[in-house]
């Protein structure tokens, strides 16, 4: 059954395939980036179903007029995909506070801005589903010189989780996707801050890594999009989505290593318990 899709960040990478699958899949897309002029295409394509809006995610005023457009166009909003969001590379000390309250911004205010302005709809509606496009630097801190960018996904996780919460009697689903290593042009619009000579070595091995800003790491984009997709279609579709064998791979490894750490100071954490017990008995 076709829905109604809001997309943020649909200009390039994930967002763009995500609208451009969607479409193809018979869906109706509000589409949305900084300078919509780059969706045009898509309108054109598909002027029946493909709808194109300017938003700053940065700016809530935008977010709600961006929901009135989806809504005023298609009369119903079933899915928000939020998807807008870039990279900060360096090291925490070297990262000028500007470019971390940056990072918060639009990787976390960006997502919240929008979830608040579509939660009346979708409440209303009862029913509808938030998917928020986190990475798998918001569970865990993959490599050094991530900082920032871990730092907003994180929050934008612990945000997520807790609209799961509010949200799920209303009948509104929240996933948060946990992307790996996506071939998108992502790196392009990436922020790099060199590194001082105490940290060179240190964020050397991802500076590296994206030298080339063009050059795509990982998984296709239109495949994700397609599990994206899958993911719209389930009843009961999980809170947390890693996507792509190397973000399951990294995410299982991770919790292996939290349990073992939870053991191994088991004694630690319950000491203040056992002192207490203590003290009751005297």
Do not use: C
């Not at 045009?40 to 179903?49: F, H, I, N, V």
């Not at 569970?139 to 907003?152: I, K, S, W």
Request: cysteine-free; glycine content about 10%.
């Amino acid at each position: 059954m076709p829905k109604t899709l809001l997309i943020t960040g649909s200009s390039r990478g994930l967002g763009r395939a995500l609208a451009e699958a969607a479409l193809a899949a018979g869906h109706r897309v509000l589409a949305t980036a900084r300078t919509p002029d780059a969706l045009r295409d898509l309108t054109e394509r598909y002027p029946g179903t493909a709808r194109a809006a300017a938003l700053d995610v940065t700016d809530p005023d935008a977010a709600e007029a961006a929901v009135k457009t989806a809504v005023r166009a298609f009369g119903r909003l079933d899915a928000v995909l939020n998807n807008a969001g870039y990279s900060q590379v360096g090291a925490i000390e070297d990262t000028s506070l500007e470019d971390f309250r940056a990072q918060l911004e639009t990787n976390l205010w960006g997502a919240v801005h929008v979830s608040k302005a579509a939660l009346p709809v979708l409440r209303a509606q009862r029913g509808g589903h938030l998917v928020q496009i986190s990475s798998l630097s918001g569970r865990l801190a993959p490599v050094a010189g991530l900082g920032a960018y871990v730092t907003a996904k994180f929050a934008l996780e612990g945000f997520s989780e807790a609209l799961a919460l509010e949200a799920g009697g209303f009948g509104v689903k929240v996933t948060i996707v946990e992307p790996g290593s996506i071939a998108t042009t992502l790196s392009s619009g990436m922020v790099r801050t060199p590194p001082s000579a105490p940290y060179t070595e240190v964020v050397a091995p991802l500076m590296n890594r994206y030298a080339d800003p063009a050059a795509g790491h990982g998984t296709s984009p239109r495949r994700a999009a397609e599990v994206l997709l899958k993911l719209l279609d389930l009843p009961e579709p999980p809170l947390w989505l890693p996507l792509g064998g190397d973000a399951l791979d990294h995410v299982r490894a991770a919790e292996r290593r939290k349990l073992a750490e939870l053991d191994r100071w088991a004694g630690l954490s319950r000491e203040p318990d056992e002192k207490a017990a203590g003290e009751v008995a005297r």
